[in-house]
């Protein structure tokens, strides 16, 4: 689907444009006409031969040229011909502001899709219906029906804002007016019945003046298109700001396995955004906060933070928030350190460095202190609180001029300040590069979410090959072999199809032995009899077997008994459970937990999309304590994780390569010991091709 | 301590007064004599007759009467003499500004202990050192060296700020003053010598000028000082809003019990904030945030929140912050849904309300949205969004009035309404009583905080009565019979002295038990050989019998063999853990949580203080997800939870009964069955008295 039409359109069809502009029909062709848009401008009304004193067209038809863009604002009913009429015409892209389709119901349903495989099939750009219209800031486009842009247009920027939801667009857009937030593009897709939030992000990261992109989601039909916008847009250097609202209907879940039911579609959504860099907003304020601080153009930030007050306590709780954020916050360099007690004796010069209120006598220790931190090459960010001397129209014009000199020494670093400025102080400090804010945590918190998205940039995923056609259900010692095959190492095991195989085995495992039913048909084995354990002898051995097969035989007799498994017993430092299941939006995702009752009852899994990078899993066994239990916690062994991180590649790639064919994958435990990892049960199934 | 005189001196002294208003002994003659303090001001210094227009007074002694309060602002080394010739002259009050006490080092903390003791045995006032002074703002007593006053007064009103750090007070008054939050007091109390924020706390909560206090507090002295305060605050009906930050050192905490470690020093005070009702806040926008819901004077909120919104996206983000907030979302009424429905036919009227886009061609829906919930009885608080209509000069003063005749119909019902608004028309929401924001999830969060208010201010605590004196270290049969004197069952179990007796207690028990070793000198027996499990005949009872005495005759020759315990293994539905210690400040607390190792690494473990009242339990218990697990939890039997709640109250009970005297009390595993609740295994000693 080509996009420029519907950004950058030469002519603008109102199909339905009325003499009045607060209807849906007049609204468009008052700001076009208003506002400066410099492109052709054809309203066509059937009764009117001009429209707010712009010729008039009787129909569609009757237009002088194909145009670009053709807005949609007639009844429901009525939208159907109007699509057929401009794909007849050749019209490149149509914005349909009508309500009445797929939100009111199937029957809307019907016809929006109707509307949608025309619009494909004759390549003509379809935004909506039910949405609130396309604007380009620069070509002063505003096609859309929101009274917004009558009340103020904000500046022209690099931020693109794109959203489902019209009335949350439209609140974003005078946001953007308040705070001064520079706009590029703004979008609202409506019901997506062709152009969805995916198209467009894809079409932004493309797009020279767009820089930073916010996006409002309600919910994604086209899972992998999101993926790939937002890699797409990860890889041309565009942050995407994300807010994603509510959960989905647990209907659509009912296929789930019972280790992802703990999850909750949301942690999908948030697995994605994790994997493919895009950084969440909790708050609509949060949103704009990280969209100013990524539009500043400021350098990427790093973990190491130095912290320069005026206040020992402000820079506790800085340190705090720092902590709470991952970052680090190595001391400052011994000469910076001196330099400054030289001039206050009492200053504090570990990090968060303070140099008290003695700094309204001495000002330039303030300077020193931030060029000294910001300098001394031991620092990716620097964040900075002066309480209210912004306030003060005697420091206010030095504060900002030092912070000028630091920004000027050390142009790698990305600085944010914090304390009470006033509009022009805060403008100064913007022009120059340095990023400004009431609340101490907030400048902390920007420069971690600029430090995450720099790390993230590096991170790859290798894709996975495709596996060999598996028969559809395995038993246990088959899915064993199978996850063995392909990279996953089984407990050490053996099948047994007697008492006597099973004695021998035990024997050979060295007398510490589980024994199993292997059946395909049988997913809990424990509830039929089917396992035992602690068995210290021959003779307990070969009763284990008898009872089993008796027992399995009594409770389950239809199900295929394929023999006995005798596993070694492991002593594991950790057990993990991993799942995976292939989500109906996003392609597959893997879940990984660690065992026991406790855990499932606080919902201590992560979701991951798979394939997946090491990266990734090392941020999500760090989440879980995972890595801090292997890593010698609380007098236990440390042991290396590399075997369990290796081991969680290439299940996602197991996971990933069978696509909408995997059913069931699951094991449970992965057991971690000294040695490395085992699967000490598995259970694979296949959707039937 | 009387503190009247700190906050409503008839005469103020100024010790080291100088003429320079820059200097710390010239800012407060500068701020007293300029902004309208109508008691006598009288200078000091010994080398001038006049300072800033004002006599002066060559000495303490010469003063012309004994003052209500001197400010002190003379070097470090001059002052312990001054505060000795205040005392001299029956001065009531001192408000020490020098630094150069304890804060410099030992010789200054000792100087400064003999000054604060000369102050209590006189009963003089003593703020500070090292801190910045105090005001009232109704009386205009600027006593203080911060220029901040100058640039502005904030309004008069009911809130009250007080900070152990100087700077963050200044910058808590300069917040005040842009954000129009009108102050009663403001004090900093510095080191603390004498009045700590405790003492500040306690005066307020009896001051008629004063509805809610912000406190900053870095540590406090005295744990038990601080409760008091809180506790009285809360009883006086005003919120207590506190921004805590940082960690005291861990090597105050050597003593700690192993259960107690996993909790940090924060998770103490915050338990304090939690049995108290206190707010914590975790920015300084929150603390203002919060300051100002609850100066507006509004009705107490409950948890069933009403959602009014014209946009359903923001709606639903709202809703997610609702349901973190722990509110209740109880759908509209029919009759208000439908009278709804009647005007705007696709009105969303499930909770959160949806009036869509429509408002702007029918406001009035707005109003009926609003009013019909706010007046339905079924909801406790109402929250409002209005995206940028308020922007709008046509529709801004309706919805005004819409918001007015909302609390005129419902003046019980609290109502927070978010979008953008100018000014003034802030300013007519608020006068109406109408909270207001930019950010649509705080809306939600200052009902939630106000709710969580209400509900604690009708938690009661009874102090349990003083424990008759054990000996000091109890074995585990003793520490049981302990536990079971004051009201903690003890899993059914029999102390033996032979292999016949163990076995014949092991039948009594019904065959399902453990062995163990009893001895007050052994801690952890397995370690030891000292217990066995899985005793499945006569024979097997015997032999462990004989093992463990074997073993720990072996292993641990020195200890006292004081028997064998044969205690009925029990079947559990959950395990709890419960843990003791006396906090240094904040006296006794307790730890609780589910056990084993994900719970460790996790650190699920919760603090409450001791004696602590059934809520706390309660929500301690739910914060653990105990409280899910037993309710039926995956398809696990439900069973009452009431058992548990009493025994952690009559667990909280000894331990604060013990107080100084709590050594060791732990109980790990605490089990929940069906029947109840039972302690199977207990470590109990005592600090000799």
Redesign the interface.
């Known amino acids: 689907m080509i996009l420029d039409p519907l950004f950058s359109p030469r002519s603008v069809a109102i199909v339905g444009a009325s003499q009045n502009a607060r209807k849906v029909g007049g609204m468009p062709v008052h700001l076009l006409g208003q506002l400066g848009y410099a492109g052709a401008i054809y309203p066509v009304n059937p009764g009117a031969a001009e429209v707010q004193g712009l010729k008039a067209f009787a129909s569609v038809a009757e237009l002088p040229e194909p145009v670009d863009m053709a807005i949609v604002a007639v009844p429901a009913g009525s939208v159907e011909p109007v699509i057929e009429q401009l794909v007849a015409q050749r019209a490149r892209a149509a914005v349909v502001l009508s309500s009445g389709f797929a939100?009111?119901g199937e029957q809307g349903a019907v016809v929006q899709a109707r509307m949608a495989a025309c619009a494909r099939k004759s390549g003509l750009a379809l935004l909506g219906p039910n949405c609130l219209g396309v604007m380009n800031l620069r070509q002063k486009l505003f096609a859309t029906f929101s009274?917004?842009p009558l009340?103020g247009v904000p500046q022209v920027g690099s931020v693109a804002i794109v959203?489902?939801?019209?009335?949350?667009g439209?609140?974003a857009?005078?946001?953007a007016r308040?705070n001064d937030l520079g706009l590029s593009h703004w979008v609202t897709t409506g019901n997506e019945a062709a152009v969805s939030v995916a198209d467009v992000i894809d079409w932004l990261a493309d797009d020279a003046d767009t820089q930073v992109i916010l996006a409002?989601i309600?919910g994604a039909r086209d899972g992998a298109a999101l993926q790939r916008a937002l890699l797409k847009a990860r890889a041309a250097g565009k942050p995407v700001i994300v807010?994603k609202?509510?959960r989905t209907a647990a209907g659509a879940r009912a296929a789930m396995s019972h280790t992802a039911s703990l999850s909750g579609e949301d942690a999908v959504y948030q697995a994605v955004f994790d994997a493919t860099g895009a950084i969440r907003a909790?708050?609509?304020?949060e949103m704009f906060r990280l969209a100013q601080a990524f539009a500043l153009g400021m350098p990427p930030a790093g973990r190491r933070l130095a912290i320069v007050t005026?206040?020992?306590?402000?820079g506790?709780?800085m340190?705090?928030s720092a902590s709470d954020e991952g970052l680090e916050l190595p001391p400052l360099p011994a000469p910076v350190c001196e330099a400054l007690r030289a001039r206050i004796p009492?200053c504090a010069t570990d990090n968060p460095v303070d140099v008290?209120?003695q700094v309204?006598a001495d000002l330039p220790v303030l300077g020193m202190a931030m060029q000294g931190a910001a300098t001394s090459g031991e620092y990716d960010a620097l964040a900075i609180f002066v309480?209210?001397a912004l306030?003060?129209p005697a420091l206010a014009p030095p504060i900002v001029q030092m912070v000028r000199e630091t920004l000027a020494a050390a142009p790698q670093m990305p600085v944010a300040l914090s304390?009470?400025a006033d509009d022009q102080t805060r403008r100064a400090l913007l022009d120059a590069g340095c990023l400004v804010y009431?609340?101490?945590?907030?400048a902390v918190e920007v420069l971690a979410a600029k430090a995450r998205w720099a790390a993230h940039r590096a991170e790859e995923v290798a894709v996975p090959a495709p596996l060999a056609q598996p028969p559809a259900v395995l038993n246990e010692v088959e899915a064993l072999a199978f996850l063995s095959r392909h990279g996953v190492p089984p407990a050490p095991h053996r099948l047994a199809h007697s008492a006597e195989e099973a004695v021998s085995a035990w024997k050979a495992l060295g007398g510490q032995a589980v024994l199993k039913i292997v059946s395909a048909d049988l997913l809990h084995k424990s509830d039929v009899g089917g396992v035992r354990v602690g068995l210290r002898s021959e003779q307990e051995v070969r009763e284990a077997h008898d009872a089993i097969v008796a027992s399995v035989t009594r409770l389950a007799p239809r199900a295929r008994r394929q023999g006995l498994l005798v596993a070694r017993k492991l002593d594991p430092l950790a057990e993990v459970m991993l799942g995976a299941r292939h989500d109906p939006v996003f392609g597959t995702v893997i879940v990984l937990g660690?065992?026991?009752?406790?855990?499932?009852?606080?919902a201590?899994t992560a979701v991951l999309t798979a394939p997946t990078s090491a990266a990734r899993v090392h941020a999500c066994l760090a989440g879980l304590?995972i890595l801090?239990?292997l890593g010698g916690?609380?007098g236990r062994p440390a042991v290396d994780a590399q075997p369990l991180v290796d081991t969680v590649l290439r299940f996602a790639d197991i996971a990933a390569a069978l696509g909408p064919r995997l059913g069931t994958l699951e094991i449970n435990p992965l057991i971690v010991t000294a040695e490395g990892v085992a699967a000490a049960d598995a259970v694979v199934s296949f959707v039937p091709a």
Not at 282 to 285: G, K, N
């Open positions: 939100e009111m009274p917004a009340a959203s489902q939801s019209g009335a949350f439209a609140y857009y005078s946001l308040k409002y309600e807010t609202v509510g909790r708050t609509v304020d005026v206040s020992g306590g402000v506790t709780l340190a705090d009492f008290t209120g309204t309480a209210a306030g003060s304390g009470i009431e609340e101490p945590t907030h660690l065992g026991g009752v406790a855990v499932e009852l606080h201590r304590g801090k239990l916690w609380r």
